[in-house]
């Protein structure tokens, strides 16, 4: 006996027999308490509720919804809206961080200051507090659409939210495709490296030909202008929506910048100084000796300010924009199947999560030193 | 011939001076050239257009109002957190009795100032917090000795805040040592369930763990046992903690090396003393600026709460905000709470610089 408890292996299997033992029970005990405490309380389990008609409005989506369609629609949308902010809060506040972390670095003492007063300031509030306030500044201390701000020509800032000037999606789609050919044309001009007398012709006439195009195709952007009490034409951004992206992008660019200038502080000094040495120009010696290094030490963390950042479009629901969060709590209160709901609600979020790390580790592989 | 001597004379050459810092005056930095012009320039326009904001918030303020009425200006109402700070720092607790939030704010400020210095740190000092954790719970909850019991319903504003953040920290810590030593163990039971709590917590967002608590929480538990709103999102403030904390550790024991736990082992020292006195006194040490990070993050979580409909702060401050008889003063509350917040996370920050300061000035002598 004293031999058995003495012996590590009996002991491991022992402790974990505990462990297992113990979690099952709790898991059981807590299974069978909810199943006496829906019965006690008359709810019906299960994902019939999905299929029918939802009795509230979504006040903004990217997918199309009208009240009356089915709960799993409403999901549906409440998933596009938030990988839509998400996509949209990550890609603005990489770039912004990217600023903020050039700006830190920079050896102008006015500028390193402002980004470090900015990046101080902003990392040690919290966001929902941060979210209310633009929410609060946009609905509160904005003035009414007769006397809208206007900062920029065709930008007005307004109660009613922020409107911009825009362009139809199908035009977008032809500017996306004119810069997509233009640029493989410039990429394959200049592959050739070599510029002749000959090519320099054709590549300036490829260039006027190019601007004509685009100035003849140009569509006129639709410039928002007021109508009533209101304003019409060019892009609307609704207050919600506004706010959450103002926070989320300002708050989220602090850390990112941090996580960028890290990478570049990581850098040792001799790898600047050699390059310098070596005589390759600045442009080169960012792209091809600094950037690649500081790469490696931006991404995991990056990775997971990326995955936080997701998590936060949650806090959505503090100023009404109908995120998947704000959505599911809705479906909650008409539906009262909180069990179903917050279980796909976690379901849902840890796919995503996973998703994205998954997709961080393996570019984190791709670019990752290969040791031999 | 005169016999001739020689000698070696060595004369050390001095170290040469360092060559002066290139130390350029202010001006020929802010307007140098082209590109430090226009960054300076580009930058004071950016600041100027903060200018209306700054106004808005000073020259235009009202800073005493008499009448709520009296807050009509175009500036921003100062008068009101004035007039409603009582409701923003201590809730709905009864007015007569809050000298027991006060005396609660005042307990965690002493006891954070008393245990500064990382010399008093050991398990006095744990026994100590303990301590003062009970006092406050029994000073906010009364009941004894004349005291009127207040229920959790009624507690609100920074005491609220302080006191999620603090118990948060303080049950979440030990179980994530568990966590941490059981995602390091060799047994794979302990290994995989400590892996699957981890992930799953660190992959949902807090609201989904916050809606769980207060909505399924008395789902989960036998008829009868409740526990109110304040605890319930206190377990998943804790839970959330546990995970985020048990990573840091992790970190810390990963960074030991193997060689401590062998070396204990090979002097026969038991696996619970060789844990306790060896491995996480040094691991901890190593992680103490990513721990003060996930502080500083839970004190920032906690103004989540008010998404349930706990009055920490921030709910305070919004319920403080609807009153109709001002004219929404939104933005000044939320600038007020905020900066409350700020007060304490840099507070936090600052700390850890200090303390990061002071352990590199150790590890060299």
């Not at chain 1, 199908?170 to 410039?186: K, N, Q, R, T, Y």
């Not at chain 2, 990382?118 to 026994?127: E, F, I």
């Not at chain 2, 805040?161 to 994530?176: E, G, I, K, Q, Y």
């Not at chain 2, 995989?192 to 989960?220: D, Q």
Request: charge should be positive; proline fraction near 6%; charged fraction near 10%.
């Amino acid at each position: 006996m004293r031999r058995l408890w003495y012996d590590a292996r009996v002991r491991g299997w022992a402790i974990q027999a505990f462990l297992l033992i113990g979690v099952l029970g709790a898991a059981l005990w807590i299974a069978q308490n909810t199943m006496m405490n829906l019965e006690a309380r008359g709810i019906r389990v299960g994902l019939g509720f999905l299929a029918r008609p939802t009795e509230f409005p979504i006040s903004e989506s990217l997918l199309p919804y009208r009240t009356g369609d089915s709960y799993g629609w409403a999901y549906v949308v409440g998933v596009g809206n938030t990988l839509w902010i998400s996509v949209l809060a990550i890609v603005f506040s990489t770039l912004l961080g990217l600023l903020v972390a050039l700006a830190r670095r920079s050896a102008h003492p006015l500028l390193s200051a402002v980004a470090a007063v900015y990046v101080t300031l902003l990392r040690n509030m919290p966001l929902i507090v941060q979210l209310l306030f633009w929410y609060a500044v946009i609905t509160t201390n904005m003035p009414s659409a007769r006397r809208a701000l206007h900062p920029l020509p065709g930008v007005y800032l307004s109660q009613r939210g922020i409107y911009l000037p825009s362009i139809s999606a199908a035009a977008f789609c032809e500017i996306l495709i004119a810069a997509a050919v233009a640029g493989l044309a410039m990429r394959g001009v200049l592959r050739h490296r070599r510029v002749t007398r000959g090519t320099l012709p054709a590549v300036g006439a490829a260039v006027v030909a190019g601007i004509t195009a685009v100035a003849t195709i140009a569509p006129k952007p639709h410039i928002p202008h007021l109508v009533g009490f209101n304003f019409e034409g060019g892009m609307a951004l609704s207050p919600e929506f506004a706010a959450l992206m103002i926070g989320l992008v300002l708050y989220t660019s602090t850390f990112i910048g941090e996580i960028i200038r890290g990478g570049i502080d990581a850098i040792a000094r001799g790898q600047w100084e050699a390059a310098r040495a070596l005589g390759l120009p600045e442009r080169e010696l960012l792209s091809r000796i600094i950037l690649p290094q500081a790469l490696r030490v931006i991404l995991p963390p990056l990775g997971s300010q990326y995955l936080s950042t997701v998590k936060n479009t949650t806090l959505a629901l503090a100023v009404g924009f109908p995120d998947l969060a704000l959505v599911i709590n809705t479906v909650i209160n008409q539906s009262g199947q909180a069990l179903e709901n917050l279980a796909l609600m976690i379901a849902i979020y840890l796919s995503i999560s996973l998703a994205i790390s998954a997709l961080i580790n393996w570019y984190n592989a791709h670019v990752a030193i290969v040791v031999r | 011939m005169t016999s001739m001597t020689f000698a070696v004379v060595s004369r050390p050459i001095p170290p040469r001076a360092p060559p002066p810092k290139l130390r350029r005056p202010l001006w020929r930095l802010l307007f140098g050239d082209a590109l430090s012009a226009a960054i300076t320039l580009g930058t004071i326009a950016l600041i100027a257009m903060l200018l209306p904001a700054l106004k808005w918030a000073t020259v235009d303020a009202t800073w005493h109002a008499a009448t709520p009425s009296a807050c009509q200006g175009a500036g921003a109402c100062w008068a009101f957190i004035g007039a409603k700070l009582r409701l923003i720092l201590f809730g709905l607790y009864p007015p007569t009795q809050q000298w027991r939030p006060i005396l609660v704010i005042a307990i965690t400020l002493l006891m954070v100032l008393a245990s500064l210095s990382p010399r008093v740190w050991g398990g006095r000092l744990a026994l100590l917090w303990g301590g003062a954790i009970l006092v406050m719970l029994t000073l906010m909850y009364g009941g004894f000795a004349g005291l009127a019991f207040v229920p959790t319903s009624k507690w609100g504003g920074m005491p609220v805040t302080l006191l999620l953040s603090v118990l948060s920290l303080a049950f979440a810590f030990p179980l994530s040592i568990a966590l941490a030593l059981g995602r390091q163990s060799d047994l794979p039971v302990a290994r995989g369930l400590s892996i699957l709590f981890i992930e799953i917590v660190r992959g949902i967002p807090l609201v989904a763990m916050l809606f769980v608590a207060a909505i399924l929480l008395p789902l989960f538990l036998p008829a009868g046992w409740t526990i109110d709103k304040l605890g319930r999102t206190l377990a998943a403030l804790t839970i959330f903690a546990a995970a985020y904390l048990a990573e840091v550790l992790r970190g810390g024991l990963q960074g030991l090396g193997a060689g401590q736990a062998e070396a204990a082992q090979a002097l026969g020292i038991p696996y619970w003393r060789m844990i306790w006195r060896i491995i996480l006194p040094q691991a901890i040490q190593k992680v103490i600026p990513p721990l003060t990070n996930t502080a500083v993050v839970m004190v920032k979580d906690t103004a989540l709460v008010m998404i349930v409909g706990v009055f920490d702060m921030l709910g305070a401050g919004r319920a403080a905000a609807t009153d109709p008889a001002w004219p929404a003063p939104y933005t000044e509350t939320y600038m007020f709470v905020a900066t409350m917040y700020f007060s304490i996370c840099f507070g936090i920050t600052i700390y850890a610089q200090w303390l990061e300061r002071g352990v590199r000035k150790r590890s060299h002598g």
